[in-house]
């Protein structure tokens, strides 16, 4: 399995402008020494961009299209657009939180999923960020990242209540959240925070780009033993990216036979959960108990 660490995954926009170059070098059929000498810019630099790894200008990809020999106006604009759009991706609305979260590397996952079409998430201990309260939020962040001061949480607070908008509006994300007991169990001390979550989540869960189940202790032993993570999906024709937090080392995979692995264990975790019904069914039933 390819473990990658990195708080900066290639942008969804990079992958493709990566792939693109790759493609349009073999069918110019030139080796990555002859465009250096072309365009005269070092060999390492452009296998650099060919494997994702940095982005390029529209000035670098203009002399790149001509060396491959591209003169359609539209194909050199979409290129040129894949340009325009990593860039500005590289200047996210999270940027003026950068302090924070560059120490909490937290940028990568934030990179990926801004660009992401559908999240396939399974939790063990913890509400999916994005459908988290703001209070539960608070106090999560709080009781994990001790070593941080409160002004500190409360922007990583701001960060993630701003995520949320992902599942709003016309371009909204898909979003399916597999989620164990314990994560509801966990909150049976702060009965307050515990009740304004369960009405977040049967509100979110009546979303029809968001499904949401609940897997109870009674499912015994399963494939996710292993802990939390998320499957992210992108616009064609990017692939799979599996996500996975391992403390402040967090891993994403992306090679096929990582990515279906997890998604077979995603599709053995919604089987065994409790239907979409019987969730919310579940959830009004904890809602009017803590409601006495």
């Given at each position: 399995?390819?473990?990658?660490?990195?708080?900066?995954?290639?942008?969804?926009?990079?992958?493709?402008l990566s792939?693109?170059?790759?493609?349009?070098?073999?069918?110019?059929?030139?080796?990555?020494?002859?465009?250096?000498?072309?365009?005269?810019?070092?060999?390492?630099?452009?296998?650099?961009?060919?494997?994702?790894?940095?982005?390029?200008?529209?000035?670098?990809?203009?002399?790149?299209?001509?060396?491959?020999?591209?003169?359609?106006?539209?194909?050199?604009?979409?290129?040129?657009?894949?340009?325009?759009?990593?860039?500005?991706?590289?200047?996210?609305?999270?940027?003026?939180?950068?302090?924070?979260?560059?120490?909490?590397?937290?940028?990568?996952?934030?990179?990926?999923?801004?660009?992401?079409?559908?999240?396939?998430?399974?939790?063990?201990?913890?509400?999916?960020?994005?459908?988290?309260?703001?209070?539960?939020?608070?106090?999560?962040?709080?009781?994990?990242?001790?070593?941080?001061?409160?002004?500190?949480?409360?922007?990583?607070?701001?960060?993630?209540?701003?995520?949320?908008?992902?599942?709003?509006?016309?371009?909204?994300?898909?979003?399916?959240?597999?989620?164990?007991?314990?994560?509801?169990?966990?909150?049976?001390?702060?009965?307050?925070?515990?009740?304004?979550?369960?009405?977040?989540?049967?509100?979110?869960?009546?979303?029809?780009?968001?499904?949401?189940?609940?897997?109870?202790?009674?499912?015994?032993?399963?494939?996710?033993?292993?802990?939390?993570?998320v499957i992210?999906?992108?616009?064609?024709?990017?692939?799979?990216?599996?996500?996975?937090?391992?403390?402040?080392?967090?891993?994403?995979?992306?090679?096929s036979p990582?990515?279906?692995?997890?998604?077979?264990?995603?599709?053995?975790?919604?089987?065994?959960?409790?239907?979409?019904?019987?969730?919310?069914?579940?959830?009004?039933?904890?809602?009017?108990?803590?409601?006495?």
């Amino acid at each position: 399995m390819a473990w990658k660490r990195t708080p900066a995954p290639p942008s969804v926009y990079r992958r493709q402008l990566s792939a693109r170059f790759k493609e349009l070098r073999a069918d110019a059929g030139l080796t990555l020494t002859e465009v250096s000498a072309i365009v005269e810019v070092s060999q390492g630099s452009l296998s650099r961009i060919e494997n994702g790894d940095r982005g390029t200008t529209p000035v670098l990809a203009k002399a790149l299209l001509d060396c491959y020999g591209i003169t359609d106006p539209a194909a050199r604009e979409d290129v040129l657009d894949l340009v325009r759009a990593d860039a500005a991706q590289r200047q996210p609305w999270w940027k003026k939180y950068s302090a924070v979260i560059n120490t909490t590397r937290y940028g990568g996952y934030l990179t990926l999923e801004s660009s992401a079409s559908s999240l396939l998430t399974y939790e063990t201990e913890l509400i999916p960020g994005l459908l988290q309260t703001e209070e539960y939020a608070r106090q999560v962040l709080t009781a994990m990242r001790f070593d941080l001061a409160v002004p500190q949480i409360e922007a990583l607070v701001k960060v993630r209540m701003r995520r949320r908008e992902l599942l709003a509006g016309e371009n909204a994300v898909k979003l399916w959240a597999v989620i164990d007991e314990a994560a509801i169990r966990r909150l049976e001390g702060a009965p307050e925070v515990l009740q304004g979550q369960l009405e977040h989540l049967l509100e979110m869960a009546a979303h029809t780009n968001i499904t949401v189940q609940l897997l109870p202790f009674s499912t015994g032993l399963h494939p996710g033993l292993d802990g939390p993570f998320v499957i992210m999906s992108f616009p064609e024709p990017n692939p799979d990216v599996v996500w996975v937090e391992n403390g402040p080392h967090s891993v994403y995979f992306e090679d096929s036979p990582d990515v279906k692995l997890y998604s077979d264990v995603f599709d053995h975790l919604r089987a065994r959960a409790l239907g979409p019904p019987e969730t919310t069914a579940h959830l009004h039933r904890l809602l009017r108990e803590k409601r006495k």
